[in-house]
């Protein structure tokens, strides 16, 4: 019997030009990965109809765009530079040519921190605001009528980082002690209340709560989370009040209720939750299912790197880095919590980043260690199906799709 596939988000096939962030020099980086260094920037057209992937261009980018976020409505891209060495990160503001697959950088802006990894807008999209991971700092920038950003607006130090500027630690350091400080990792707007961001640190096992407005940014309080677990990136449940955490050093995916109830305490300010003690009652977030995403009695270090909710909102994909795998959960329909589908070879080394294709059908994954682009069908069980790979593309660390312009 032929395999059935995931068909009720689109009915038109249109192809998908994926922009493609990879490391440009990785002396500056805060580890040391495998892989090759490269232009920085290339473009993949995929062609849902064929299953196909065809290279298109590569811009020299510099330095380790790490992470990128295409405006809304216009033909502009913003990109973070991943790098640790005192002159620290940019933002810089490409113009992206959606038929070549061309990024011309026109403008960089100091973030002030370093090693940014994720930018977010703010809820009335005036302001883009950036997440710097080494240091841990959170930076707001304006942005014009045009797309283009003025000067840093805010820039917020988190008191645990101070660690950074006193100690200087180096990559090796980082390496062996990966919670020694704290570390945030990536800002999210709360879609259900929309009143504040949730902003995961990776090195004191918490979720930060912040009021940005304006470009200002105000601390509200914390979660704290599981000991050990390394919370990297969250996604929402549009369906229930649920949400997604993944423990990048222990394996996991932590699923918590969202209570509304709770949103008041949070936005007085001096807010603490705590997601490990039996009455929960209080806290923001309720945790209700904590699931690994690797085969038990796993022997080798592998972490993950990326956590992806399908649209449909039926399946949630998991990237495993050392075990080289995607974890494919269902989605509980009434719940919102997860069961196992399956654990898959991503066909390449160290699947840091993915990302699904505009007609939802297809999930593209970078194999940073491998240098290799995988392109899998998802059938109607969520599971994968290999349709075609790309080799030789450097060290892929983040796939945004765009529209492709014929």
């Known amino acids: 019997m032929a395999p059935t596939y995931i068909s009720d988000i689109s009915s038109r096939l249109e192809k998908t030009l994926f922009l493609l962030g990879g490391y440009t020099d990785k002396s500056v980086l805060a580890h040391a990965p495998a892989g090759g260094?490269?232009?920085?920037?290339?473009?993949?057209?995929?062609?849902?109809?064929?299953?196909?992937?065809?290279?298109?261009?590569?811009?020299?980018?510099?330095t380790n765009p790490a992470f990128i976020l295409k405006h809304h409505t216009l033909d502009i891209v913003y990109m973070t530079t991943e790098v640790i060495s005192d002159g620290g990160s940019e933002i810089l503001v490409g113009e992206v040519?959606?038929?070549?697959?061309?990024?011309?950088?026109?403008?960089?802006?100091?973030?002030?921190g370093r090693s940014t990894c994720h930018i977010e807008w703010d809820n009335d999209r005036t302001h883009l605001i950036a997440v710097s991971y080494w240091d841990s700092k959170i930076t707001t920038f304006p942005v014009d009528s045009r797309g283009h950003l003025g000067e840093a607006a805010t820039v917020y130090a988190d008191p645990g980082a101070v660690y950074v500027d006193e100690s200087k630690p180096d990559r090796w350091e980082h390496l062996a002690h990966r919670q020694r400080w704290s570390h945030l990792h990536q800002i999210n707007r709360d879609p259900y209340s929309r009143k504040f961001f949730m902003v995961p640190d990776l090195g004191n096992d918490q979720i930060h709560m912040f009021n940005i407005c304006h470009g200002n940014v105000i601390h509200l309080g914390i979660q704290q989370l599981r000991k050990g677990a390394g919370p990297r990136h969250m996604d929402f449940n549009k369906c229930h009040k649920v949400v997604y955490i993944c423990g990048e050093l222990d394996n996991t995916i932590t699923v918590f209720k969202y209570n509304p109830e709770s949103v008041p305490e949070v936005m007085k300010g001096g807010y603490s939750g705590d997601a490990t003690v039996a009455?929960?009652?209080?806290?923001?977030?309720?945790s209700i299912q904590t699931?690994?995403?690797?085969?038990?009695?796993?022997?080798?270090?592998?972490?993950?790197?990326?956590?992806?909710?399908?649209?449909?909102?039926?399946?949630?994909?998991?990237?495993?880095?050392?075990?080289?795998?995607?974890?494919?959960?269902?989605?509980?329909?009434?719940?919102?919590?997860?069961?196992?589908?399956?654990?898959?070879?991503?066909?390449?080394?160290?699947?840091?980043?993915?990302?699904?294709?505009?007609?939802?059908?297809f999930l593209l994954v970078g194999n940073h260690a491998s240098n290799t682009i995988v392109a899998f069908r998802i059938k109607e069980t969520g599971k994968l199906e290999m349709v075609d790979k790309v080799e030789d593309i450097p060290s892929i660390v983040w796939v945004t799709p765009v529209i492709h312009e014929e």
């Not at 009455?279 to 309720?286: A, G, H, V, W």
């Open 291 to 361: 699931i690994s995403t690797v085969p038990a009695g796993l022997d080798k270090k592998s972490t993950i790197a990326e956590m992806r909710l399908h649209p449909s909102g039926k399946y949630l994909y998991v990237g495993n880095r050392g075990h080289n795998s995607i974890a494919i959960f269902k989605v509980d329909p009434d719940s919102g919590t997860l069961s196992l589908v399956d654990i898959q070879d991503s066909l390449g080394a160290f699947p840091r980043h993915f990302n699904f294709d505009n007609t939802a059908q």
């Open 279 to 286: 009455d929960q009652t209080n806290s923001i977030l309720t």
């Open 37 to 62: 260094e490269g232009e920085g920037l290339y473009s993949v057209l995929f062609d849902p109809e064929m299953g196909s992937l065809k290279k298109m261009s590569s811009s020299n980018v510099k």
């Open 97 to 112: 040519d959606r038929k070549s697959g061309t990024v011309n950088v026109i403008d960089r802006k100091l973030v002030h």
